[in-house]
């Protein structure tokens, strides 16, 4: 045991563990060994990323997890590594040439642009990494993976080519989410719906065969008129059948498209005809497909009106062309009104600009394997937790849209598809491709370029960021072809730790992908963590300035305090609300634990007396123990045994405020009070002796359990108070199998826990009579206890240090003085003789003030209530709190009252 300083300095040793760790290879998996295993994959944050609360919420539990794992012997995996971001990447690349060189991606071309990304990546790859191990990250960073590795690149092209082989790889031309801001097609899972105040725009079109006569028609895009080409009715609508077969004139350019039939209008929306746009939205590209209508697209790749037709809307940012439209109209006579309409409009999750539905060449995906990842986790083959997230996982997969994977983007796996040169155009125009033959014809694709590269030009797109993404718990631990040790020992994996936003982008890809490419799942548990919001409820975010940086928390409240604070407001299925006095209440937590250790130490090296030859130092430590040592070796015994339990329902907010309380109060508050008096010079050596080896039990334990929680201080302490020895490692020890107390009966724990629970709970019952009478600070007062219970006597002087007296009396003949205060407890009735404590006189005088305050309370309180304007139009809560009030007030004027007449 090494002298601990007088206080916790958290920063030297979190880096000197950390360090530590490291060096002596503690986190590197063996997929040779014979111990069970355990695995889990990070989800792979944003190489150019920066460390946020939700990292630090999601990689604390999976750092939990393989913690807790090794302590339960099993050889585990935890495989880290980032993801190349394709749009984030490349778009903060673009954004530092623009302002520091004034060029393009164009400017520099494909080959010298991807040098600069691969710079940028080179420069800030790595700073939410060593984020990571700031935080105490138990990852085996020997294994570390980036999605554009050699070794995984091969694997996303690999993908590619197969399920082209398969025919569930395509391209064509379809209706896409476009950002007009990266100018890439995104899928509809990074489309985010926002709620706006739109305008809906009513006007007429004239009809081409009856002059004066018009067809109404609504829209909220007027800024697509020019690509109007019919407008459709709904069949069973009969105020427009004489319309159907008949033209309109589109007022710009001036063109007759005609009125058609099809069931997908919406006979209650605006006037019930739709102007049909196939260019510019999915539902009137269907139409137009079943009608064979002309696609005219309006607008250009970066949402600037395209009709040169119109020269006064031409060139228009599409918003200004939108109004510069209406105004057109207006200017006709053919707007009829405007209304403010809400709807929902899709954003880019990246650029949060309105996307735009573009008619775009792209390569699509058939999802593989459907039927196998919906039964997994239908069945439970695959666990989801919270359990509500399976019915939105299957909701998903029995309404699959096939996946846009192709994005127009230069950073990223690119498309593994070549044309021949001389056919270029020809084929990057093709409405469809004739892929039959893609290794000798025209069209070339593999994993590998054409033998006569000269001669071909490859695709220029690459695939969606989640296509590398979805390979990743098998792709991370083998090459192409390979059954790699690491492959055969930790896959599938065990737990995957991830938030429900990406159930659709990663976790539901994943399992399709695992299923097709490694024939079966590729993890057996799914834990979707919380979203982390404000005090007032709204989401963390640098534009509230709501979102506060965690390495600046770290270097504040140490990276054990942030985890562990962290961690005790983290619900299972809620969202949670951060409050920085959580964090601040870690910190607070691994001081008390230090100070805990600290009292331990002062009480200095004691050797345990011979029991008879006995050399088990816990049967020794049992058979000498008290009631009091007994009592908390039981809790330690249930605290394991709960926590088994909670860790098997991943509710991770409740085991840490099961370590808190066992800590704070079952040891700290009662056990360390209650054996204050053992550890006095003038106590007996034996007591003294099993005293300290029972605090050095729940000692050595608890930080063996608080250890994944709380890694860093746990280790140090573990070291310093000599229950591990100098080069071993507290993470690498194994949970003890057996309780502490296996050789004491449950009826013989049960009989001592209830004496001890008697004693606690009477003190505190004493301590809140002095409270009453103003006597809480007094170490002198007197107890008088009658009938007390028979084992009592040997505990007194226990009871007289937890609840502050100077003296016991045990006399069952004691006649009260009038007024004394007395409490019926578990070991007897308690006077409280006050004589000599307090001036009775002022005492009176005191609790009539405090009653004349209560009753005026009282008076408003029911007056309030009694008022039907303030019951109807308060908010609910409001009034039950109020009611509330008003029944606590009167159960404390009783006792006011009660206890004044007791002064006689």
């Known amino acids: 045991m090494s002298e601990l300083p007088k206080a916790y300095e958290p920063q030297e040793v979190e880096a000197k563990w950390y360090a530590a760790w490291l060096e002596g290879k503690c986190f590197e998996a063996d997929p040779s060994s014979e111990k069970p295993a355990y695995s889990i994959v990070i989800p792979p944050p944003n190489v150019t990323g920066i460390l946020h609360l939700g990292h630090v919420l999601n990689n604390t539990i999976q750092d939990i997890l ?28 673009e954004r530092e040439l623009r302002e520091n060189e004034k060029l393009t991606r164009r400017d520099l071309g494909r080959e010298e642009f991807l040098k600069r990304v691969w710079d940028f990546k080179v420069k800030h790859g790595n700073i939410i990494i060593s984020q990571l191990k700031r935080l105490g990250c138990s990852c085996d960073w020997s294994r570390e993976r980036f999605t554009m590795d050699e070794s995984y690149t091969k694997w996303v092209s690999h993908v590619f080519v197969e399920l082209f082989k398969e025919g569930l790889i395509y391209r064509g031309k379809r209706i896409v989410n476009w950002c007009p801001v990266s100018l890439t097609a995104l899928s509809d899972e990074e489309v985010i719906m926002k709620e706006q105040n739109s305008k809906l725009y009513f006007m007429k079109y004239e009809l081409t065969d009856a002059p004066g006569e018009f067809l109404e028609i609504s829209t909220t895009r007027p800024e697509t008129l020019m690509g109007d080409v019919a407008v459709a009715v709904n069949p069973k609508d009969p105020r427009f059948a004489k319309y159907v077969g008949r033209t309109v004139n589109r007022p710009f350019p001036h063109a007759a498209i005609p009125v058609i039939a099809d069931d997908h209008v919406d006979i209650e929306f605006g006037t019930g005809a739709l102007k049909i746009t196939p260019a510019h939205d999915k539902a009137d590209f269907e139409i137009g497909i079943r009608h064979n209508l002309e696609i005219i697209d309006v607008l250009t790749p970066d949402g600037h009106v395209n009709c040169p037709e119109v020269p006064e809307l031409h060139g228009l940012e599409r918003f200004a062309g939108r109004r510069k439209a209406a ?99 020809e084929l990057k125009n093709a ?71 990406i159930i659709f982008f990663w976790v539901a890809r994943m399992i399709m992908a695992g299923f097709r490419f490694e024939g079966e799942l590729p993890f057996k548990n799914v834990f979707f963590t919380s979203l982390i ?221 209830a004496k001890a629970t008697a004693i606690y709970e009477t003190a505190g019952r004493v301590r809140n009579l002095k409270a009453e009478y103003n006597v809480a600070n007094r170490r002198d007062v007197t107890l008088v206890i009658k009938n007390p219970a028979p084992w009592f006597a040997e505990e007194k002087s226990v009871l007289a240090i937890l609840a502050g007296a100077g003296e016991i009396v045990l006399d069952d003949a004691y006649d009260a003085p009038k007024g004394t205060p007395v409490s019926l407890t578990p070991v007897g009735e308690i006077y409280l003789p006050l004589e000599g404590l307090i001036d009775v006189e002022a005492e009176k005088i005191r609790l009539t003030r405090e009653i004349g305050k209560l009753e005026q309370e009282l008076t408003r309180s029911e007056a309030k209530l009694s008022n039907e304007s303030f019951v109807a139009r308060a908010p609910a809560e409001v009034v039950e709190q109020e009611k509330a009030r008003l029944e606590e007030w009167r159960g404390k004027l009783v006792q006011l009252r009660d206890m004044l007449q007791g002064l006689g």
């Open 431 to 501: 409405e469809s491709l004739d892929m039959s033959n893609f290794t000798t014809g025209d069209i070339h694709v593999g994993t590998d370029a054409p033998a006569d590269e000269g001669n071909w030009v490859r695709d220029e797109d690459v695939m969606d960021t989640w296509f590398s993404s979805w390979l990743w718990p098998f792709a991370t631990m083998a090459n192409v072809g390979e059954e790699t040790p690491t492959l055969k020992k930790f896959y599938p994996t065990t737990d995957l730790v991830t938030g429900p936003d």
């Open 327 to 425: 105004a057109k109209l207006e200017e006709m006579g053919l707007l009829i009104k405007v209304e403010e309409y809400k709807n929902n409009v899709g954003y880019s999750e990246r650029a949060d600009v309105p996307i735009e539905p573009r008619i775009s060449m792209q390569w699509f995906l058939k999802y593989p394997c459907v039927k196998e990842a919906a039964d997994a986790v239908a069945t439970g083959e695959i666990q989801f937790r919270p359990e509500r997230w399976a019915k939105t996982y299957a909701h998903w997969m029995e309404n699959l849209q096939d996946w846009c994977i192709s994005r127009q983007l230069w950073w990223g796996h690119q498309i593994p598809v070549w044309y021949r040169k001389q056919k270029l155009d």
């Open 66 to 93: 393989a913690r807790r794992a090794r302590q339960q012997g099993k050889e585990v995996l935890w495989l880290p590594g980032t993801d190349h971001a394709g749009i984030a990447t490349q778009a903060k690349v």
């Open 533 to 753: 919001r404000d005090m007032k409820g709204r989401k963390l975010s640098k534009t509230l300035g709501n979102s506060p940086d965690p390495v600046v928390l770290m270097d504040k409240y140490g990276a054990d305090g942030v985890r562990f604070g962290l961690m005790r407001i983290a619900p299972l299925g809620a969202d949670m609300r951060y409050d920085e006095e959580q964090i601040e209440g870690g910190r607070n937590f691994a001081n008390k634990l230090f100070n805990a250790c600290r009292f331990r130490e002062m009480a200095g090296e004691i050797e345990l007396p011979d029991n008879e030859g006995d050399d088990d130092e816990d049967h020794q430590v049992v058979g000498m123990a008290n009631c009091f040592h007994i009592d908390i070796l039981a809790k330690l015994d249930a605290l394991a045994v709960d926590l088994d339990k909670i860790y098997a329902d991943y509710r991770f907010g409740e085991l840490t405020q099961r370590l808190y309380e066992f800590l704070w109060s079952d040891f700290c508050d009662q056990f360390l009070e209650a054996v204050k008096g053992d550890l006095r010079e003038t106590s007996a050596p034996e007591a003294r002796a099993v005293t300290v080896s029972v605090m050095d039990t729940v000692l050595s334990r608890y930080l063996q359990l608080l250890h994944p929680f709380m890694p860093h201080i746990t280790e140090e302490l573990s070291l310093r108070m000599g229950y591990v020895n100098e080069g071993e490692f507290l993470m690498l020890a194994e949970l003890p199998e057996e309780p502490v107390l296996a050789g004491l009966s449950a009826e013989d724990t049960a009989a001592e826990q």
